[in-house]
């Protein structure tokens, strides 16, 4: 009897359908440039990170009646490991544009939209509800997903007349509330929320690529305010699912960006560590010593670097008045909570040349949170590199200063150790 429940319940799992989702846009756009309805956009195996256990009190097959630990016979949710355009018979994905704001075309109908396939790269579990409290806090549990690696480019009458490179989807998903839970198979008598049950929010960003020959500088000229950087506004989706499958219907309003970032992101082969990866666009390098991958097959080993081009908003500590002109935010797909990172920013400039008292490093564990000085310790390793040591969780990270000097700033490496003692199981 608990065999054929529990298979019932894995596939009732994969489908929740009754979670229909929305993504709303997390900040003003500028007018947009085109919109386009996007239809059953495919999300696709999930056997991405793991999320939560249909695991609890008010259940027949419960094991320590937590959904929030991994035990290894309870059914687990985990999240998909991409999102592409499908083909599935009767879900076969389609944009349509619906509006433009150009005078290189005439109508929508003479444009077209398509996209390769999104990568998840970094799972980051969160407090929906509130930063300041445990993310698996009953009823207001999640994650923020990060989908990247994905190009694109739109059409002009058939024509390829723009191509988009480092294209990224960042979602928040809320978990289930009871009365969700209770509709899945074997859980009418589930009892209490995962999470709020709330709709999922996100938003898009990627870049022009100037360089490939088929964009026309004509259109790439429509981006030429934002550095050739984009925003993807998401807005009104909703989703079906089956056991395997999710399919997303949204609203997508693709503009300049007003925040421009870049991104990259690095797939770690676990058996071949250490080992170092470059990232010139961010200026920064990666050494990694060792990680726990995740997943229901334990193939989920990213590292992923967001660099940020503005001053980052939120109170810095008092005396703290300048601060670089960027900022940057890791992510990685590996187990949560089981690995030690050293970061080593490399600060350029004269302006560096000085004792160092003068710069402070910052993080904030969220971007709605203040920023503090670097607890765990950090170190001006040279006249032009500043490391903060035992960063063992996801955070942003910028540098600051009681003097009023212009500071080019670039993060150039950091390394990853496992705690040995903190087990996949253990999660």
């Known amino acids: 009897m608990k065999l054929r429940l529990n298979r019932q319940l894995q596939t009732g799992l994969r489908i929740i359908s009754l979670?229909?989702?929305?993504?709303?846009?997390?900040?003003?756009?500028?007018?947009?440039?085109?919109?386009?309805?996007?239809?059953?956009?495919?999300?696709?195996s999930r056997t991405g990170n793991w999320a939560w256990d249909a695991d609890n009190s008010g259940i027949i097959f419960k094991v320590d009646s937590n959904p929030f630990t991994f035990n290894a016979t309870s059914p687990h949710y985990y999240s998909e490991k991409y999102i592409h355009i499908?083909?599935?018979?009767?879900?076969?994905?389609?944009?349509?544009?619906?509006?433009?704001?150009?005078?290189?075309?005439?109508?929508?109908g003479q444009l077209s939209l398509t996209f390769s396939q999104f990568d998840l790269v970094s799972f980051t579990r969160i407090n929906t509800v509130s930063n300041t409290r445990p993310w698996n806090t009953a009823g207001e549990s999640g994650d923020e997903r990060v989908y990247t690696n994905a190009s694109g480019y739109l059409n002009y009458n058939g024509s390829p007349v723009l191509y988009m490179d480092k294209a990224t989807f960042v979602i928040t998903t809320p978990y289930p509330s009871q009365a969700q839970m209770r509709l899945l198979p074997g859980m009418s008598n589930w009892m209490g929320n995962v999470?709020?049950?709330s709709f999922q929010t996100?938003?898009?960003?990627?870049?022009?690529?100037?360089?490939?020959?088929?964009?026309?500088?004509?259109?790439?000229?429509?981006?030429?305010?934002?550095?050739?950087?984009?925003?993807?506004?998401?807005?009104?989706?909703?989703?079906?699912?089956?056991?395997?499958?999710?399919?997303?219907?949204?609203?997508?309003?693709?503009?300049?960006?007003?925040?421009?970032?870049?991104?990259?992101?690095?797939?770690?082969?676990?058996?071949?560590?250490?080992?170092?990866?470059d990232f010139?666009?961010?200026?920064?390098?990666?050494?990694?010593?060792?990680?726990?991958?995740?997943?229901?097959?334990?193939e989920m080993h990213h590292f992923y670097i967001q660099e940020i081009l503005q001053t980052p908003a939120g109170t810095i500590p008092?005396?703290?008045?300048?601060?670089?002109?960027?900022?940057?935010?890791?992510?990685?797909?590996?187990?949560?909570?089981?690995?030690?990172?050293?970061?080593?920013f490399q600060l350029s400039?004269?302006?560096?040349?000085?004792?160092?008292?003068?710069?402070?490093?910052?993080?904030?564990?969220?971007?709605?949170?203040?920023?503090?000085?670097?607890?765990?310790?950090?170190?001006?390793?040279?006249?032009?590199?500043?490391?903060?040591?035992?960063?063992?969780?996801?955070?942003?990270?910028?540098?600051?200063?009681?003097?009023?000097?212009?500071?080019?700033?670039?993060?150039?490496?950091?390394?990853?150790?496992?705690?040995?003692q903190n087990l996949k199981i253990g999660r």
């Open 19 to 44: 979670l229909t989702v929305i993504l709303m846009p997390v900040f003003l756009s500028a007018t947009p440039l085109f919109t386009f309805g996007v239809s059953n956009m495919e999300a696709y």
């Open 86 to 108: 499908g083909t599935t018979a009767g879900h076969v994905t389609s944009l349509t544009c619906t509006a433009e704001n150009t005078d290189l075309a005439a109508t929508p």
């Open 195 to 197: 999470g709020t049950g």
């Open 202 to 277: 996100g938003y898009g960003f990627g870049d022009i690529d100037i360089t490939n020959p088929g964009t026309d500088p004509a259109w790439a000229a429509l981006f030429a305010s934002s550095n050739y950087k984009v925003d993807m506004i998401l807005t009104n989706m909703v989703s079906t699912k089956d056991a395997t499958t999710t399919w997303l219907t949204f609203n997508m309003d693709i503009s300049p960006a007003l925040v421009p970032s870049t991104t990259s992101s690095a797939l770690v082969n676990i058996n071949t560590l250490p080992a170092n990866w």
């Open 280 to 298: 010139p666009d961010q200026g920064t390098s990666v050494s990694v010593v060792g990680g726990t991958p995740d997943g229901s097959s334990d």
């Open 318 to 344: 008092a005396g703290l008045t300048h601060q670089a002109k960027k900022y940057w935010k890791f992510g990685t797909s590996l187990t949560p909570a089981s690995y030690t990172m050293n970061l080593t």
């Open 349 to 420: 400039g004269a302006e560096f040349n000085k004792a160092p008292v003068d710069w402070k490093l910052l993080y904030r564990p969220f971007s709605d949170q203040n920023w503090v000085e670097w607890p765990n310790g950090y170190s001006l390793i040279d006249a032009t590199h500043i490391q903060a040591s035992n960063v063992s969780n996801v955070a942003e990270f910028t540098v600051a200063s009681p003097l009023d000097e212009t500071l080019p700033v670039t993060l150039t490496s950091f390394a990853a150790n496992v705690n040995a």
